[in-house]
């Protein structure tokens, strides 16, 4: 129970730095 929950902030935290990466590229000038 406790490593399907961590693996599953896992993959939410990945795809959140990912977005705010992106986020952050497009953003640029």
């Known amino acids: 129970r ?3 929950e961590l693996r599953r ?3 939410i935290l ?3 730095s990912a977005y705010f990466a ?3 590229l497009d ?3």
């Open 2 to 4: 406790e490593n399907r």
């Open 22 to 24: 992106q986020a952050e």
């Open 9 to 11: 902030a896992n993959t």
């Open 14 to 16: 990945r795809q959140a």
């Open 27 to 29: 953003r640029r000038p």
